[in-house]
T-cell receptor, first 113, second 113 residues
Framework: GNSVTQMEGPVTLSEEAFLTINCTYT??????LFWYVQYPGEGLQLLLK?????DKGSNKGFEATYRKETTSFHLEKGSVQVSDSAVYFC????????????FGTGTRLTVIP | GAGVSQSPRYKVAKRGQDVALRCDPI?????LFWYQQALGQGPEFLTY????????KSGLPSDRFFAERPEGSVSTLKIQRTQQEDSAVYLC???????????FGSGTRLTVV
């Protein structure tokens, strides 16, 4: 089946610290991979995506590389800011079948000054 | 429109009441999805439309849940005889193609009392 497992939170970091949120997946077919972010009181926003192996998605200083050999899509940022405090969701979609998104349970990040 | 619009933003319903949640997708987006997000969890797929056709409703939790998109644009999610376990945020998303990712609305927070 299709599923996403991501690092459980919450994660608390000091400003300018390095961030890694782990994400691994299982999928039928060749998935596209996504990271979504949900800021307090807001809807889900697409942060970055990758559609094939070894692609690197990047946005706002965040990066994630599609690793087919380890079925992973870990999210990283070199220096977090207070404004990065949010819940981060790893997700996949598979081109065949229902064509919907499968989400992880989310990781809450809090960055303290 | 510029984004996916959902209404109402908040809904409080008495147990047993029927509710209707509206989603106005981005103009031209063929695919429309409904998700249910319980507190502290990732979104869970409910149903998927391609234009007016409901291609997958496997995620609807019971026959009290019904969704429609009669003209291939606006969609309504209806919940009959609401129960406390229906309390959640209901998210709508639209997409041209899954390859590009999905644009989510801000959601409707339903509280059943």
């Amino acid at each position: 089946g299709n599923s996403v497992t991501q690092m459980e939170g919450p994660v608390t970091l000091s400003e300018e610290a390095f961030l890694t949120i782990n994400c691994t997946y299982t999928a039928t077919g060749y998935p596209s991979l996504f990271w979504y972010v949900q800021y307090p009181g807001e809807g889900l926003q697409l942060l970055l995506k990758a559609t094939k192996a070894d692609d690197k998605g990047s946005n706002k200083g965040f990066e994630a590389t599609y690793r087919k050999e380890t079925t992973s899509f870990h999210l990283e940022k070199g220096s977090v800011q207070v404004s990065d405090s949010a819940v981060y969701f790893c997700a996949l979609s598979v081109p065949l079948g229902a064509n919907n998104l499968f989400f992880g349970t989310g990781t809450r990040l809090t960055v303290i000054p | 429109g510029a984004g996916v619009s959902q209404s109402p933003r908040y809904k409080v319903a008495k147990r047993g009441q029927d509710v209707a949640l509206r989603c106005d997708p981005i103009s031209g987006h063929v695919s429309l999805f409904w998700y249910q997000q319980a507190l502290g969890q990732g979104p869970e797929f409910l149903t998927y439309f391609q234009n007016e056709a409901q291609l997958d409703k496997s995620g609807l939790p019971s026959d009290r849940f019904f969704a429609e998109r009669p003209e291939g644009s606006v969609s309504t999610l209806k919940i009959q005889r609401t129960q406390q376990e229906d309390s959640a945020v209901y998210l709508c998303a639209s997409s041209l193609l899954s390859f590009y990712g999905y644009t989510f609305g801000s959601g409707t927070r339903l509280t059943v009392v």
